[in-house]
């Protein structure tokens, strides 16, 4: 469930930051440049390949491109900034009024103090410590103490001050000083763009401040460059015929008109809210990479990677999924509808090169037919079903296939679950199936074809769709009469534009609230505490080997990403005590307590993948289910403390747990079969315990 968001209508108007004039663009930050170099980046000496080198590094390095630092220092006083350019020095002696090492005065004349508005509080960085092995080698290597300012001299401003605690021994000879300022900027600018976009929905797309923005507008910047430096479209380039075959509002609907108009997928240059979706596949690749674990076949790998989506998007209850518009945001947030779940889990089968679209029975309402996510695994259609949670199963564990279900309709009705509704699907409507093709607009672009096709190796990363190439696949199985393109992607793009209206739900205490504010509240602990966004990331990224272009270096490093993300979950200034929480303000402490529920249920996820059971028990049920029995990470807590006890051989407990989801969990339905299937193993392993 979505949590209720952080700021009210009656205090969104507070932290509306007063601007005049021209909204100006906001950057947060200067990243780190990786300065690693990838040889397995396909390009040629005249086709700008160091613009699609850089997009690929900072692609793959994304978490060490986070900005951490909310409060960065700004220089005040460096050899730059000094009077005549050179380096400012100075003395700490004692103090004329009362005797203490506390005066500070600038030798060389050239500080100006006073001129350039040193203020009480800036840091001063006063380079006097001499490691002492060092110089008795001759070797000159001092590092910088930090103090800070308490107030200028009245007599000499401009070249004395006081500084806020005394040294224990005064410094005679002249030693280099610098003097910086903390500055909130990133937090105003922060405020500024959640609050842009709360008030004035700008922009429509991409307003989030996530603390690695500044390297996905550089990625832009130079995937845009990389392009350009291509040749044009000739005609046999074309766009995809099967947009037109989209219901006309969604193709004229604002957002997507722009996004599919011809002159745009044909010769467009990245939006700077596509460096996202650039992200989006990464991630996508990663996870998929670990996740499969040791399958093999594409049978195998496909239900990994599923089993991997149920455990880690939880299913919202009906409307109050409308945060979630990319699988990006499904990700990042945790949860989405099952048509999210189909939709990260085609896009995890995608980076493993395997086929997978959405099928619905041809001629069935849609409100009650069940979606499916048929995955095609050699010249089979093996079929899953988002909101069960489960693959449709046949006579043994495996995924059915296609072929199967249609011919034995008791295999479907395994899926009945006394006193429920029966499970509304039969072998006879799954003879006649639509088949619907995953593809957004940018996955239908020439320019991300052309990014594709310009990486290989293990930068390689799968950025555009081929629609007509999986029709024809699709279209070899009797079953299947039409395939097109699934609206969904489209339709997401659309409301990203819109600014619907979240209607009231008294049974689960959220108010009537406009759909950005619930974004925003659900965005917030990410721009407040930027570790959380870098957990996230390592968690997608799991661990890699040290990089291919870096294997002939000794002192190279693997990287370990779950075991670095772990720490960051852990850590206080996301975890912090409920005491500390209790202290701050409001908003504040919402959004603190929402960071910290989150991190405690993805440690509990993380600790499962990792095998750690007992672990996973912990943060699961103790720190999460036993804090919040009806909290937003409840059902998804419930199921996978469920699926941990089961991975343990803990059938039965397992069971009642399943068996315990409230009547309106969205996955109920789906966990009492599962519920089912472990009660009778519990059964047969006391009765061969017997």
């Known amino acids: ?34 300065h690693h170099v990838s040889r397995t980046v396909a390009s040629r000496a005249n086709d700008g390949g160091v613009y699609l080198r850089s997009v690929a590094d900072t692609l793959n390095d994304l978490a060490d491109n986070v900005d951490l630092e909310l409060n960065p220092a700004q220089p005040i006083l460096t050899a730059s900034t000094s009077a005549d350019g050179k380096e400012v020095l100075a003395t700490c002696t004692a103090n004329p009024y009362d005797g203490q090492n506390n005066f500070l005065v600038a030798t060389t004349g050239n500080a100006k103090f006073f001129s350039i508005d040193v203020k009480p509080g800036d840091v001063i960085r006063y380079y006097v410590n001499a490691d002492q092995e060092s110089a008795e080698r001759g070797v000159v290597q001092r590092t910088a103490i930090q103090l800070k300012v308490r107030r200028l001299d009245t007599k000499d401003p401009e070249n004395s001050l006081v500084i806020d605690n005394a040294l ?30 709360l008030v004035r929905r700008l922009p429509p797309a991409g307003w989030e401040p996530a603390p690695d923005v500044a390297a996905l507008q550089q990625i832009v910047e130079r995937a845009n460059q990389w392009v350009r430096s291509q040749p044009q479209a000739d005609k046999s380039w074309k766009v995809e015929p099967m947009i037109a075959e989209l219901p006309n509002e969604l193709r004229s609907a604002k957002g997507v008109a722009e996004a599919i108009a011809p002159e745009n997928l044909r010769q467009g240059n990245f939006a700077d ?3 996202r979706l650039l992200a989006q596949a990464v991630w996508c690749r990663d996870i998929a990479q670990w996740a499969r674990g040791s399958a093999t076949s594409d049978a195998d790998v496909a239900a990994a990677l599923f089993d991997w989506t149920v455990r880690n998007v939880q299913l919202d209850r009906p409307g109050l999924e409308v945060t979630i518009h990319h699988p990006w945001q499904a990700l990042m947030y945790g ?30 309402d849609p409100a009650t037919a069940p979606l499916l996510v048929g995955v095609l695994a050699k010249d089979d259609v093996l079929l899953f079903d988002p909101k069960l949670g489960l693959p449709l199963r046949g006579k043994t564990e495996a995924p059915a296939t296609l072929a199967e279900l249609t011919a034995d309709d008791s295999l479907l009705r395994q899926l009945d679950v006394p006193g429920q509704p029966a499970y509304p699907l039969s072998a006879e409507q799954l003879k006649q199936l639509d088949a619907f093709i995953v593809a957004s607009p940018l996955q239908l672009a020439r320019r991300s074809e052309l990014i594709q096709n310009g990486l290989e190796g293990e930068q390689l990363v799968r950025l555009a769709a081929n629609p007509k190439a999986l029709a024809e696949r699709l279209k070899k199985h009797a079953e299947i009469k039409s395939a097109k393109l699934w609206p969904q992607p489209f339709q997401g793009l659309a409301d990203e534009w819109k600014m619907p209206q979240v209607e009231a739900d008294p049974e689960h ?30 968690h997608f990224q799991g661990n890699k080997d040290v990089r291919a272009s870096e294997r002939g270096d000794p002192l190279a490093e693997a990287r370990p990403g779950h075991q670095q993300a772990v720490k960051m979950y852990i850590d206080p200034s996301i975890r912090p005590s409920n005491a500390t929480l209790a202290k701050e303000a409001d908003d504040k402490r919402a959004v603190g307590a929402a960071g910290k529920a989150d991190a405690s249920y993805w440690l509990g996820l993380l600790s499962y993948d990792r095998g750690n059971y007992e672990v996973a028990l912990n943060w699961l049920g103790d720190r999460t289910l036993d804090v919040a029995a009806n909290g937003r990470w409840a059902d998804g807590a419930r199921y996978n403390l469920a699926r941990t006890h089961e991975a343990m051989g803990h059938y039965a407990q397992a069971a009642k747990l399943l068996e315990s989801d409230p009547a309106d969990a969205p996955q109920r339905y789906g966990n009492l079969l599962r519920a089912r299937r472990l009660a009778e193993k519990a059964a047969a392993a006391e009765t061969a315990a017997k």
């Open 509 to 538: 205490n959220i108010p009537a609230q406009p759909y950005r504010q619930m974004a925003v509240a659900e965005f917030a602990p990410f721009a407040e505490k930027p570790l959380l966004w870098k957990a996230r990331l390592l």
């Open 168 to 197: 224990n021994a005064p410094v005679d000879i002249p030693q280099r000083i610098e003097i910086w300022r903390y500055s909130d900027k990133r937090m105003d600018a922060i405020r500024f763009a959640l609050n842009r976009y």
């Open 1 to 34: 469930m979505i949590r209720k968001a952080f700021i009210s209508k009656s205090s969104a108007s507070a932290l509306i930051l007063a601007v005049g004039g021209v909204l100006a663009l906001l950057t947060f930050g200067c990243q780190r440049q990786t």
């Open 273 to 275: 809210w596509e460096g």
């Open 335 to 364: 949860h989405g509808s099952a048509a999210h779940r189909a939709w990260v889990f085609v896009e995890l089968c995608r980076q493993q090169q395997i086929d997978a679209a959405v099928l619905r029975p041809a001629g069935v």
